[in-house]
Nanobody
Framework: VQLQASGGGLVQAGGSLGLSCAASGGTFSNYALGWFRHTPGKEREFLARISGSGGLIHVADSVKGRFTISRDNAKNTVYLQMNSLQPEDTDVYYC??????????????????WGKGTLVTVSS
């Protein structure tokens, strides 16, 4: 499956930004989807995951209450809504996919499919 993220950009601290990730090349609902962020020199960080049906959702404690993940299987798209953004949220954001929801958090292995990252910059 191929993933293409979009929606990154520059936002002021306290603002909101929504990321989208369109998938192609596979049966979308067969894949759990998620978001990571990573910049060389910084630790890769899991943000959120959602199961193929959308019935299971897990958001990392570090962004819980500010970030929301959702998906639209009719549009083959997963979303990450980010609110109350802070300068420390500045990073490159990646959407990921895997047929296993349980592994999407990256604790046992990295997700099998990664899109190209989209840069989010939060100014103070």
């Amino acid at each position: 499956v191929q993933l293409q993220a979009s929606g990154g950009g520059l936002v002021q601290a306290g603002g909101s930004l929504g990321l989208s990730c369109a998938a192609s090349g596979g049966t979308f609902s067969n894949y759990a989807l998620g978001w990571f962020r990573h910049t060389p020199g910084k630790e890769r960080e899991f943000l959120a995951r959602i199961s193929g049906s959308g019935g299971l959702i897990h958001v990392a404690d570090s962004v819980k209450g500010r970030f929301t993940i959702s998906r639209d299987n009719a549009k083959n798209t997963v979303y990450l809504q980010m609110n109350s953004l802070q300068p420390e949220d500045t990073d490159v954001y990646y959407c990921v996919a895997d047929q296993s929801y349980s592994t999407l958090s990256g604790t046992t292995r990295l997700p099998g499919y990664w899109g190209k990252g989209t840069l989010v910059t939060v100014s103070s």
